[in-house]
């Protein structure tokens, strides 16, 4: 999943996104230790795409902590 997707997203699906791409991870992990992974690359990917989403996540809650604090000032 490219970045520019991922900020496209509302709050609601990016929560769903890092659920959904976690559990895959998991898999994929568990996969690999029972037997090698075709293309290993695919664990390394999965957990960029977790890093994308939870730092789009934290972008978010500092933005909206920032205008709350911008509006009591």
Known sequence: MKNSEIVELSKEDLVAQLKEEKAALNK???????????????????????????????KRKNEAKTQETASEA
């Open 28 to 58: 994929l992990k568990f996969a690999h230790a029972v037997s090698a992974v075709e293309n290993p690359n695919v664990i390394k990917a999965a957990r960029r795409n977790i890093a994308r989403i939870s730092t789009e996540i934290s």
